[in-house]
């Protein structure tokens, strides 16, 4: 038997799992580490956590399995997406990085727009200038860290940092590199116009290959402090959505997923270029050579109920761990008996500003409608709803594309919760499916993996063989009836609060 490792680098942890060829889940570890947010609506991360996650979890696994680690033969590698890290000559991190929910950037997106032109940029790259993307954190690090940025001699993506210690290259792919405003999203390569607009030098970005290519095998270094082998071959991987919809199936036209992970995705497949001229939703390029997918994004999604968690549920917390349960099914038995709409209170989810459909990152949460009848399960309630609502208005633009969605699979976290599963079934008011093997993006690099090992002769070969659904829900049609009244309400308090949210970061 062959074996594989997806690791995925995400915002809230590194999670890695050992996977058979079959697609059969063998091992799992994951190591959690915090944001750092030096300044309201900031948020950054020290590469070197990810890097030891990485090492803590593969440690683990080869500890706690007794499986021959020649016959680990090919390591998968997701990450969050848009996120800047920067090294100097020798290898070493310059500074911190600055992740995709980050919002410092917003004069430096002004910049971009206009040196490059909106409609220009747009042409080029698919999409405007963003400030979670990485081209304005560039800008803000030359603008405001001079000496930094004299000394970076290379700028990575988070997985691609990882790749880099792995194997000693550096290397970039489309599906990451098409979420920096710096690709050329048509011809699949560095925009040098973009590039000589912004003064940016292209030798500073790496060398970009497909997915599922080779990067390298493993150094000596690395493959003996991990007890690995170093004939262990490390593949391009994909941004941490792409490879979602590797790992839930989404290869072919008519198939979308939701995933409901720190941030809130809805990702359709298309093999057409198809960009949203008023920028709600994102192009951006996919894991299999030359497709492209349309997603939306939301920014606070599973991070709003860890952030409510994590600072309102210290109970059931305690509980969780007396009980030996996750504190999420906890929370879980404290909503179920919250009715729809959660007594008159909707939640807004841009606790880090908002991407899909509004692009403000001055928008800020909001609990509306808040009474002194309502307890922290009714905020609970309305945190999760506030954030499918959100997914759903996503999901009617991409759909106003002209974009066909025969089937909708839902991952991440959310998809964990059978209420949270439901609830969005019925908002959207389709079945969804998930898929037996939970662990979409990690599954999905693996798959990668396989291919590049010569496993599988293709992605679609390979989905066949290592992707199970495992569970339908129906919409219930009432529900949905009774969840559009409290939609049409959450979709016309956003425009009512926009300029108030202006001027509260005056």
């Known amino acids: 038997m062959k074996y594989l490792l997806g690791i995925d680098i995400g915002t809230s942890g590194t999670k890695t799992i050992l996977f058979d060829e079959k697609g059969n889940k063998i091992c799992s570890h994951t190591v959690e580490y915090d944001l750092i947010q030096p300044k309201n609506g900031w948020a950054e991360q020290d590469p070197e956590q990810w890097w030891e996650a990485v090492k803590e979890t593969i440690k683990y696994i080869v500890k706690n399995t007794n499986i021959n680690v020649e016959d680990i033969k090919g390591i998968g590698l997701s990450g969050q997406m848009h996120g800047l890290v920067m090294l100097d000559k020798d290898g070493n991190v310059l500074r911190n990085a600055i992740l995709w929910c980050d919002g410092r950037t ?267 009848i309502h307890n922290k399960y009714h905020m609970l309630r309305a945190i999760i709803e506030g954030v499918s609502y959100s997914q759903k208005q996503c999901l009617e633009l991409i759909k106003d594309m002209g974009i066909s969605l025969d089937n909708m699979y839902i991952c991440g976290g959310g998809a964990k919760s059978k209420i949270w599963h439901q609830m969005i079934s019925d908002i959207y008011n389709i079945n969804t499916i998930s898929i037996k093997n939970e662990e979409g993006p990690a599954l999905g690099v693996a798959i990668l993996a396989s291919v590049a090992c010569g496993i599988y002769s293709d992605i679609k070969e390979a989905c066949k063989h290592l992707i199970k659904s495992k569970d339908e829900v129906i919409p219930i049609i009432e529900n949905h009836n009774n969840y559009m009244k409290f939609y049409n309400i959450y979709i016309n308090l956003y425009p009512s609060l926009k300029d108030c949210f202006k001027q509260l970061t005056l």
């Open 106 to 372: 917003s004069e430096e997106c002004l910049e971009i727009t206009e040196k490059v032109g909106k409609e220009r940029l747009i042409e080029i790259c698919a999409n405007p200038a963003l400030t979670g993307f990485t081209a304005g954190k560039i800008l803000w690090v030359r603008k405001n860290e001079p000496d930094i940025y004299k000394q970076c001699y290379k700028i990575l993506s988070p997985k691609d940092y990882i790749r880099y210690k792995l194997t000693n290259t550096f290397g970039a792919e489309p599906s990451d590199a098409s979420g920096t405003n710096l690709f050329d999203i048509k011809n699949m390569c560095w925009s040098k116009e973009i590039l000589d607009k912004l003064n940016i030098d292209i030798n500073l970005l790496p060398e970009i290959k497909q997915s599922i290519d080779i990067a390298g095998t493993l150094t000596k270094n690395v493959s003996l402090e991990l007890g690995l082998s170093q004939n262990t071959v490390v593949c391009m991987g994909a941004g941490d959505n792409a490879a979602a919809a590797i790992g839930t199936g989404v290869v072919e036209k008519g198939k979308a997923f939701t995933t409901i992970g720190t941030s809130g995705v809805v990702f359709a497949y298309t093999d057409k270029l198809v960009i949203d001229k008023q920028c709600r939703v994102h192009t951006f390029c996919h894991a299999i050579p030359n497709t492209w997918a349309v997603m939306s994004c939301t920014l606070s999604a599973g991070m709003s109920l860890k952030w409510f968690r994590d600072n309102f549920c210290s109970q059931e917390k305690e509980i969780a761990k007396y009980l030996n349960k996750d504190s999420y099914e906890i929370i879980n038995e404290g909503i179920k008996n919250i009715p729809i709409g959660a007594d008159n209170l909707i939640y807004l989810p841009y606790l880090m500003g908002e991407r899909s459909p509004i692009l403000d990152e001055n928008a800020r949460g909001v609990f509306f409608g808040l009474s002194t």
